[in-house]
């Protein structure tokens, strides 16, 4: 196994309800070449969780499409909620690596198109269920789910006033996206959900040793680095989890005291 497995329980669920276990996952960045993160996602079945949310960064080459697909077939059984990153419109182009620990200007490099109509498509006839800009209730176990996300901050394809709101009647509210750049976090604070699932920060990628474990040194939006892998809280606003990512693009593959993770999350009753 070449990965971490992350474990977290957030204790949100109304008393007596049943734990439901999420599998969250991001940025795997996948190319055909990658025969071991490959297989990684592929044993990721194991874990048989109830829910699975992908905050995005699927793709990094032309052709990973029917990869990502092959990879993912065994939870694609499983209800699963997704959005999607820069990096699933855009293929990566070559950059300077270390742009990355300094802090963002705001300028995008693009590359050319990426065939996210075709991986949407191949999620949708799964079951899987897109919430770019969208609001959606399912129901898991027994608990009723809203669920609401958003389009990529860091490209500012994202408009939260499109999903923003009360939400429906439900037992739990949670919001999905791929950056998690503050005026994300802020609206759904204000709209009271519980919990917020996204990725982008990769953890920090490149952490310095720090008392207690590592510091990152960027998340690459205006999260504070303290809140650049794992759940957090902070006052009045919902639990965050960010996932740190399985990959990294082809163009900088390096990660120091930031390795390949998943995470199972746990949603618990709150007595």
Avoid at 28 to 40: C, F, G, V
Avoid at 245 to 259: D, H, K, L, N, Y
Wanted: aromatic share 8%; net charge negative; proline share 9%.
């Amino acid at each position: 196994m070449s990965y971490v497995l992350r474990e977290a329980e957030i204790p949100v669920l109304p008393e007596g309800h049943r734990p439901i276990r999420i599998l969250h996952f991001s940025d795997l960045h996948l190319t055909p070449r990658r025969k071991s993160e490959i297989a990684d996602i592929k044993s990721w079945v194991q874990y048989s969780p109830d829910l699975v949310i992908s905050t995005g960064d699927f793709l990094a080459d032309m052709k990973a499409v029917p990869v990502v697909l092959d990879a993912l077939d065994g939870l694609l059984n499983t209800p699963g909620l997704f959005v999607f990153g820069s990096n699933d419109y855009f293929a990566p182009k070559p950059k300077n690596p270390l742009k990355y620990l300094l802090p963002d200007n705001g300028k995008r490099i693009h590359g050319p198109d990426l065939p996210w109509p075709e991986l949407d498509q191949g999620l949708k006839a799964r079951g899987w269920i897109n919430l770019n800009t969208s609001r959606t209730s399912i129901k898991i176990n027994d608990t009723v789910i809203e669920a609401r996300g958003t389009d990529d901050a860091h490209l500012e394809f994202d408009d939260y006033s499109l999903v923003a709101g009360e939400p429906a009647p439900c037992d739990l509210a949670i919001g999905v996206t791929h950056a998690p750049y503050l005026r994300i976090i802020e609206g759904m604070s204000n709209d009271k959900l519980d919990v917020i699932f996204a990725g982008h920060t990769h953890g920090g990628q490149v952490r310095l040793p720090w008392p207690g474990g590592s510091k990152a040194l960027t998340t690459n939006c205006d999260l504070p680095t303290w809140r650049a892998r794992g759940l957090t809280y902070n006052a009045d606003e919902p639990y965050l989890h960010v996932s740190a990512g399985m990959g990294t693009s082809p163009f900088a593959r390096i990660r120091v005291a930031s390795p390949p993770e998943v995470s199972l999350v746990t949603l618990t009753p709150l007595f």
